[in-house]
């Protein structure tokens, strides 16, 4: 005979307690603190047209972890007729590491012949950066148009991720809050989800987020996997958002950004997260340099 619904919910009342979860059982683990490097992007002393070899020993003296250069400045250096391990042990002395490194191969683009030169000289530059010791390189969507197919973009996405694991440098997909074609948190998402990868990573930073329109909230869904690299800046309260250009960048707190709930929502994630300070601010190119990286620094470490 079938039970009746009281029947059922009597017996299911009934039932063993030991049956049922306990409370510790069905509690996630708490995540532990995200822990966190300082990092210093060599645009941020850009216009004191400092070397290299001068960059190093600024970040080390200000006392971070390491630095993020640019492959223009590697190639530079290189094309002084000085050497990839010559860079490296000046680093390796310093007691900074090369963190990450920004270039612009055009892998995403649209046209084939442009994607298989981005390709191709993404692999030389991660070849470089692998003999440095450098882990990471940041992977933009430079030479794309708007519309931008995200699910081809992801195809591409996951080649790159490939090309990575061979090389052993990982591209960090960016994406840039005044670019037309790949400018919102979002897509970069689409793109990360698309390329079903679990060496999957984003580059965020704080001008970029808001200039793009993309807002802070979409942080949270990103745990601390998703995440090896953020970058530190502000945004002036006075410009229109539309109208803010990378010049305008500020020192983290000085600007409009919701800096402490930002950190707060890193401080959530777990794991290890690089916080690396990016500005193209011509009013800091004029002040001394270490002035500069000093402050920048204390100007993170406020809030992390």
């Known amino acids: 005979m079938a039970l009746s619904r009281r029947n059922l919910l009597k017996t299911l009342a009934l039932a063993p307690l030991a049956a049922a979860p306990t409370l510790s059982q069905a509690s996630p683990s708490p995540r532990e603190n995200t822990r966190f490097k300082f990092s210093l992007n060599t645009s941020t002393i850009r216009g004191q047209k400092l070397s290299l070899p001068q960059i ?4 080390a003296k200000a006392g971070y972890d390491g630095f993020e250069p640019w492959m223009m400045e590697i190639e530079a250096y290189l094309g002084e007729g000085k050497s990839v391990a010559s860079l490296k042990k000046l680093a390796s002395d310093a007691g ?34 692998a003999d440095l010791g450098c882990p990471r390189v ?16 992801g195809e591409k996405y996951k080649r790159l991720l490939d090309l990575g694991r061979k090389t052993g440098v990982m591209p960090q997909l960016e994406f840039w809050g005044a670019y037309p074609s790949f400018y919102h948190l979002g897509q970069a998402m689409m793109v990360a989800a698309v390329a079903d990868d679990k060496d999957a990573k984003i580059l965020a930073d704080v001008y970029h987020l808001f200039r793009g329109g993309s807002g802070f909230e979409g942080m949270k869904l ?14 002036p309260a006075a410009i229109p958002r539309t109208e803010q250009q990378d010049k305008d960048r500020v020192m983290p707190g000085d600007g409009a950004a919701p800096m402490q709930e930002l950190a707060n929502t890193l401080k959530a994630k777990g794991g290890e997260i690089i916080l690396s300070l990016e500005l193209f601010n011509p009013t800091y190119y004029a002040m001394d340099a270490q002035v500069v990286v000093k402050e920048g620094l204390e100007k993170m470490k406020r809030f992390f």
């Not at 940041?138 to 973009?153: C, H, K, R, S, V």
């Not at 745990?223 to 945004?235: K, L, R, S, Y």
């Open 56 to 59: 190093i020993e600024l970040a």
């Open 96 to 129: 900074l590491e090369f963190f990450d490194c920004i270039g612009f191969p055009t892998w995403m683009a649209q046209d084939a012949e442009k994607s298989k030169t981005g390709f191709s000289q993404m692999e030389k530059e991660m070849g470089i950066l």
């Open 222 to 235: 990103l745990d601390g996997q998703a995440i090896d690299i953020f970058h530190m800046n502000d945004v």
């Open 138 to 153: 940041a992977a933009p969507a430079i030479g794309t148009e708007a519309p931008l197919d995200l699910m081809q973009a």
